[in-house]
């Protein structure tokens, strides 16, 4: 009912910035928060960054001060912007969306997730 499309990954050096995007499409309602998970190797999936529908963001402590967490509710979009990144960043990024989709006379309330994008870092 719902598709969660990632873009923005890729190579890039120690130090350096890259912008992820993600759009939701389907038979959407509302999204309520919209977030960014990541997942190293070996490790499992921690939470990065949220924003809110009324634009609240919470980021995990490794994060703070370096990324940014914005949405666009008019494209269903939610966008990480990520700066002075580390070796330690590299992850498979992936975004969700708390949702209210619906489904003929209904409106069900679901978790979406994105196929997930890779960030590397290099030193």
């Known amino acids: 009912q719902v598709q969660l499309v990632e873009s923005g990954g890729g190579l890039v050096q120690a130090g350096g910035s890259l912008r992820l995007s993600c759009a939701a499409s389907?038979?959407?309602?509302?999204?309520?928060?919209m977030g960014w998970y990541r997942q190293g190797p070996g490790n499992q999936r921690d939470l990065v960054a949220t924003?809110?529908?009324?634009?609240?963001?919470n980021y995990a402590a490794s994060v703070k001060g370096r990324f940014t967490i914005s949405r666009d509710n008019a494209k269903n979009t939610v966008y990480l912007q990520m700066n002075s990144l580390k070796p330690e960043d590299t992850a498979v990024y992936y975004c969700?969306?708390?949702?209210?989709?619906?489904?003929?006379?209904?409106?069900?309330?679901?978790?979406?997730w994105g196929q997930g994008t890779q960030v590397t870092v290099s030193s």
């Open positions: 389907g038979r959407i309602f509302s999204i309520h928060a």
């Open positions: 924003v809110a529908s009324g634009g609240d963001t």
């Open positions: 969700n969306a708390d949702t209210t989709y619906i489904r003929g006379s209904y409106y069900p309330r679901d978790e979406y």
